[in-house]
């Protein structure tokens, strides 16, 4: 299989949300930067993935990503994260989005849950509102101890 076929625009996501849903499924959304990948952010998505049968990844672009984290980031090009993302046999579709929240995107494919990490409050989960209008969840997952993009690339910085 090729993984990249998971990458996918909006109007193909938004075909494949209306025929799961038709199907049954539960779709799981969840959203962030995933810059260099770490076993934090595996451990999360899989068990986002076992909240419902589908799983959405909403991908930060570069753009975005330099918006939230300064000039330096990403670490990692956005299509190198989408394919890392997609390479996840938990991850059913992943979908960039430019903008600083991914609440439009929320709003349009109206998941059943809508995951974010332990570090969140229930007031500070953009598109909760929505999610919850709908009779959909929040959910929250606990983070793995000591697993960090930042705690990585100040490791790095630290060893010269």
């Known amino acids: 299989m090729n993984t990249a076929t998971k990458i996918v625009e909006k109007e193909v996501l938004l075909q494949k949300v209306k025929d799961w849903k038709l199907a049954g499924e539960k779709i799981v959304f969840s959203n962030g930067c995933f810059d260099i990948m770490h076993l934090g952010h595996v451990d999360y998505l899989e068990k986002a993935r076992n909240l419902g049968d589908r799983l959405i990844v909403g991908l930060n672009t570069d753009n975005s990503v330099k918006g939230l984290k300064g000039e330096a980031r990403p670490i990692v090009p956005e299509y190198a994260r989408a394919r890392m993302l997609a390479a996840l046999e938990f991850v059913d579709a992943v979908i960039l989005f430019g903008e600083e929240t991914p609440y439009n995107l929320i ?54």
Do not use: H, Q
């Not at 930042?150 to 010269?160: D, V």
């Open 107 to 160: 709003k349009t494919i109206l998941p059943d849950i809508l995951v974010k990490g332990s570090d969140y409050t229930l007031e500070s989960v953009v598109g909760a509102d929505i999610v919850m209008t709908n009779n959909g969840k929040v959910e929250f997952i606990d983070l793995v101890n000591g697993f960090s993009t930042t705690k990585i690339i100040n490791r790095i910085k630290n060893l010269n």
